[in-house]
């Protein structure tokens, strides 16, 4: 089964049909342990992970308690846990139908006045629709939960280029919520980034000494970046 929703993808040499689609949104079924279930991943947490299925009333009862819960702090947080409650949040307004709704069946497990919000639930079930690629590195602590979600702000390609950039960049959280202001307001993700200090595609690699002395020596006698040999090489090897 495929994790993955197909977004769109530049084409090379002017075929669209030369490029495979890049995933961009989920593809597996809401509510899913996908990545809370993987062991590789997880580890001895992925026995507990949960699966919060919209069409079960119990489940959704399940999960209307556990946004409230997450909601209000009222456990320990950790990634895992919060890719738990985004979980929930997703599977609560898939099965209800509204966000508003969600919200007011997840408020009915708080006491007194307290609510849990549309906003909340919104911002929340966007990070579990986050790319399996993405969805991996919160579950890893590589992305924080709270970086996942500004970057579940931005659509299509830009959100993958700004997750990579969390990582190659070393993005505080109010750097990702400030690029992705600005990408939502009209800017390009480079200029956003460059805002940042961050260089888009910029990665430091470390090469096996034979991989890095014939990388260099055949830059030098082609008179281009080593750079360049390696997108090339990159993308002939990713098609």
């Given at each position: ?74 456990v320990d947080e950790d990634h895992l846990y919060m890719l738990r409650g985004a979980a929930a949040c997703a599977a609560l307004v898939r099965g209800e139908g509204s966000y508003k709704t969600a919200a007011e069946q997840a408020s009915a497990h708080l006491e007194d006045d307290e609510t849990v919000t549309v ?121």
């Amino acid at each position: 089964m495929t994790d993955d929703h197909t977004g769109d993808r530049r084409a090379r040499d002017g075929d669209p049909g030369n490029e495979p689609p890049i995933p961009t949104d989920r593809k597996s079924p809401v509510g899913a342990p996908v990545i809370r279930g993987d062991e590789s991943i997880t580890g001895t947490h992925a026995r507990r992970a949960v699966q919060f299925d919209p069409d079960d009333p119990d489940s959704l009862a399940l999960a209307a308690e556990t946004v409230a819960q997450f909601a209000t702090g009222s456990v320990d947080e950790d990634h895992l846990y919060m890719l738990r409650g985004a979980a929930a949040c997703a599977a609560l307004v898939r099965g209800e139908g509204s966000y508003k709704t969600a919200a007011e069946q997840a408020s009915a497990h708080l006491e007194d006045d307290e609510t849990v919000t549309v906003s909340f639930i919104r911002k929340w079930a966007r990070v579990h629709d986050l790319p399996r690629s993405v969805r991996r590195q919160v579950a890893l602590g590589e992305i924080a939960p709270s970086a996942a979600k500004h970057i579940a702000r931005v659509g299509g390609e830009d959100r993958l280029l700004l997750a990579w950039a969390v990582l190659d960049g070393d993005l505080t959280v109010r750097d990702v919520r400030q690029v992705a202001s600005q990408v939502n307001d009209g800017a390009s993700i480079e200029r956003a980034l460059d805002d940042c200090d961050v260089t888009l595609g910029r990665l430091e690699l470390t090469l096996p000494a034979s991989a890095y002395r014939d990388l260099r020596r055949r830059a030098s006698l082609e008179g281009v970046d080593p750079g360049t040999i390696v997108a090339d090489a990159l993308e002939n090897a990713l098609e």
